[in-house]
């Protein structure tokens, strides 16, 4: 069912292109929410497997997903303020429930039902982020791990300002770690 055909029959014609408008805005969040969960659990795949050419080629994917929802965000405040001047309140005081004042009990239900689902679909997503995040931290400090055990004492590589200097790190307390989370 479309956004627009829950809109009441009664009203002022700005309150109905209001009520759509946010619902179609809630819609088009959804979208979003799960075309970047899609790629998260894609790349949580490749993580796992290891195909740093996959993971890279969904970073790139999630930046470009990630310039959408900064799109998305800008509308949202838009249709905040566009709210709060229509209710008579702050665009930071405008709630689901002050909404629903402007039409029917179905399209208000509707309304916080898709709410609903977008907050779970952003908690998920969160949630997915962050185990790929500890995963590829994990996954670093065992290369950082194994490139100590390289022993590579004594061969010289370059800095980033083109000096020559030996390519070992020195290691807190002399000590190998081999998973290092700290953020």
Do not use: W
Not at 106 to 125: C, I, N, V, Y
Request: proline share 3%.
């Amino acid at each position: 069912m479309s956004p627009t055909a829950l809109v009441p029959h009664q009203g002022s014609h700005e309150d109905h292109a209001l009520i759509g408008d946010v619902l179609a805005h809630l819609d088009a969040q959804i979208a979003s929410a799960r075309s970047l969960l899609e790629v998260v659990l894609e790349q949580g795949a490749a993580i796992r497997a290891r195909d740093v050419h996959t993971v890279v080629r969904l970073a790139g994917i999630l930046r470009g997903e990630m310039g959408r929802r900064q799109l998305l965000e800008e509308e949202r405040s838009r249709l905040l303020t566009r709210s709060g001047e229509r209710l008579g309140v702050p665009a930071e005081a405008v709630t689901l429930g002050l909404l629903g004042t402007l039409t029917d009990s179905a399209t208000s239900e509707h309304a916080r039902l898709r709410s609903a689902e977008l907050r779970g679909l952003l908690h998920e997503l969160q949630r997915e982020h962050a185990c790929n995040r500890s995963l590829m931290q994990i996954e670093l400090g065992f290369l950082d791990h194994l490139m100590g055990m390289l022993s590579l004492d004594g061969v010289n590589g370059y800095d980033t300002h083109g000096s020559s200097k030996s390519i070992t790190r020195p290691r807190p307390h002399g000590a190998l770690h081999v998973l290092d989370l700290r953020a």
